[in-house]
């Protein structure tokens, strides 16, 4: 009997075993022919022509990215089945360079810009696009912008077209720009949570809300600074585009009630009034418009020849995307997210991933230089140093390293910056706070009052210093606060090795300061004003090839990745409300703004990080 039992518990082993097998295989099969179809799908998207005499619609979904999203067979097979409107998510880069591109192509009649569906987007960004716009404009074609209402954000994008529209219920919605953020020394208080913060530097705002339950007049005076900085530079420009004083637009915001009842409560009265709008239009006005401008055309149902943004991509490629492997070239990286230690995840700049790529870069004899663009508010102090030390040994192969600064380079990124030949920021780019802290929670006190207690003994005074349930020992603390020092003392001399400047000037500027990049530029923190294509001709410059010979390094990931990734997407998309909306508002800024001392990822709990807005 025993054998008979043995021989079926082997059986069943071996029939899970294959089932398992199968259908493993089976879902990798099915994978790999819906990535098929959607590749020949894309392809034949890719040779289609482009219809003559058409509108170019630019109607960017979600944000604005700062890196090209890796294919996904899921997210195109939704695009495919689902006939609902789809938001499309652009690449910064690939918008500018299919403006330019369209521009110069005869198909192309006319710009329609339709941002009403656009989320976040930085500053910087819309205004490299405003410029690439302004280039359209002057090959003599015309843009229009429609939206049912916009927000300051979506306004800016269309602000620089010949004419916008609003639908008659609609606003622009314009308020200025602000930094708020949630303090919660009362409820630590009240919870009897300990925050052990360790810090250095007057202006390193980003662990008051730790510390007192408002904002410190040292913060107040420095933030106030560069948001007037970037709010006068936001109306500047809309009053250059829309040929009215700056004042009419910072009078949107600052005379709103008085604006509003003069206009009988109207919103776009008071938009076209304030000369922000040319006019107000139905969807059937502006299809009547668009035929009247650029002829009727075979589209059924609009009735004059369209294609999407991303359609127009497909067809005459996107920005710096020459296989140039074999051949001398720039390679351009980009880094996005919280500076973790270690892989870190989507959204997140990992130093074993970002070492590991800068490496191989180093190791490719065909690549002369590197072009770092990099978009953080900073992270971990360890991680930061891992890089920049990577960087350093990629400058000392030989190979020209240039920095160019997204819509924030700040803390912990500028550590990495500093490293470079040379740095490129916008204008509106948001860098500096050279300073660090740290930050240990213990909730000793807590467990406490609901009778828990931790107890024992160790070999040493500062045995299980840094437990989440004991208190932190005085010498730890001591010791921790000396390192904080010594690590900031260590920030500003790479600031001073980096620029070139002397650690007293440095030290002027630095203590957690937040700076805009005109600013910056200004400080000597960076070597000149621009984007990405400035960076990489500065790139082109110092290792003497042309600046055409430059493109992306793209994320490899393995078929066992992309799968992963695609399911993981179909479920997040089968979910009916977003994060915020099952968390609740107040929830999801708590974790946006403190996500990065929650997960306690520096080996040595030093960050160089700060909280700033989403002004946009």
């Known amino acids: 009997m025993e054998r008979i039992a043995t021989f079926f518990r082997w059986v069943w082993r071996l029939t899970a075993a294959a089932s398992i097998l199968f259908t493993l295989f089976f879902f990798l099969a099915l994978f790999a022919l819906l990535s098929g179809a959607v590749s020949l799908h894309r392809q034949a998207k890719s040779a289609a022509a482009v219809p003559e ?66 989320e976040r987007a930085g500053l910087n960004q819309l205004r490299e696009i405003g410029q690439a716009v302004a280039q359209f404009r002057a090959s003599g074609k015309r843009v229009l912008a429609v939206a049912d209402t916009y927000s300051q954000g979506q306004y800016y994008l269309a602000a620089g077209s010949d004419e916008i529209y609003l639908h008659p219920m609609g606003s622009v919605d314009i308020e200025g720009f602000g930094l708020f953020n949630l303090y919660l020394r009362e409820l630590l208080d009240r919870l009897e949570i300990t925050f052990h913060i360790f810090r250095v530097g007057e202006f390193k705002s980003a662990v008051e809300p730790f510390l007192r339950k408002d904002m410190s007049p040292e913060a107040k005076e420095n933030a106030r600074h560069w948001l007037g900085r970037l709010w006068d530079g936001y109306c500047r420009d809309i009053a250059a585009w829309r040929k009215i004083p700056p004042q009419s637009v910072s009078d949107a915001a600052d005379r709103l009630a008085e604006n509003m009842e003069a206009a009988g409560g109207d919103a776009a009265l008071m938009a076209r009034r304030g000369k922000l709008i040319d006019g107000v239009i139905s969807s059937e006005e502006l299809t009547e418009r668009l035929r009247r401008l650029v002829g009727k055309g075979a589209d059924e149902e609009d009735g004059y020849s369209r294609i999407d943004f991303s359609d127009y991509l497909d067809a005459v490629g996107g920005s710096y995307s020459k296989k140039l492997a074999e051949k001398d070239r720039i390679a351009i990286l980009t880094a996005q997210g919280d500076i973790v230690y270690g892989e870190g995840s989507e959204g997140q700049i990992g130093s074993g991933g970002l070492v590991r790529q800068l490496r191989k870069l180093r190791r490719d004899k065909h690549v002369r230089a590197v072009v770092l663009r990099i978009d953080s508010g900073g992270g971990s102090a360890f991680a930061s140093e891992l890089i920049r030390q990577e960087l350093l040994l990629t400058r000392k192969s030989g190979k020209s390293v240039v920095i160019s600064m997204g819509s924030v380079a700040a803390s912990g990124a500028y550590w990495i910056a500093a490293a470079a030949d040379r740095i490129c920021a916008s204008p509106y780019t948001i860098t500096g706070s050279i300073g660090i802290f740290g930050a240990i929670p213990t909730i000793e006190k807590s467990l406490a009052k609901a009778g828990i207690f931790s107890d024992g003994i160790g070999t040493a005074g500062i045995t299980g210093a840094g437990s989440l349930v004991r208190p932190l020992p005085e010498n730890f603390r001591k010791a921790m606060q000396a390192q904080i020092e010594l690590g900031y003392r260590r920030f500003i001399q790479i600031v001073a090795e980096g620029r070139k400047m002397n650690p007293a000037d440095v030290e002027k500027i630095a203590g957690g300061r937040v700076w805009d990049g005109a600013t910056a530029f200004e400080l000597g923190l960076a070597d000149q004003l621009g984007g990405l294509e400035e960076a990489v001709a500065a790139a082109a410059q110092l290792s003497g090839l042309p600046a055409d010979q430059a493109s992306y390094v793209e994320d490899e990931q393995s078929p066992a990745e992309i799968l992963l990734h695609s399911l993981r997407m179909v479920w997040w998309h089968s979910t009916p409300d977003s994060l915020a909306a099952r968390t609740g508002t107040i929830l999801s800024r708590l974790a946006g703004q403190y996500r990065l001392l929650v997960q306690q990822n520096d080996p040595q709990h030093i960050y160089s990080h700060c909280l700033l807005p989403e002004l946009l």
């Open 53 to 118: 005499r058409c509108v170019l619609v630019l109607a960017p979904g979600g944000s604005i990215l700062e890196k090209r999203p890796p294919f996904n067979p899921a997210d195109e097979l939704s695009g495919l089945l689902n006939r609902s409107p789809q938001r499309k998510e652009l690449f910064l880069q690939d918008i500018i360079s299919g403006l330019r591109k369209a521009a110069k192509d005869s198909r192309i009649k006319l710009l329609l810009i339709v941002p009403d569906r656009l």
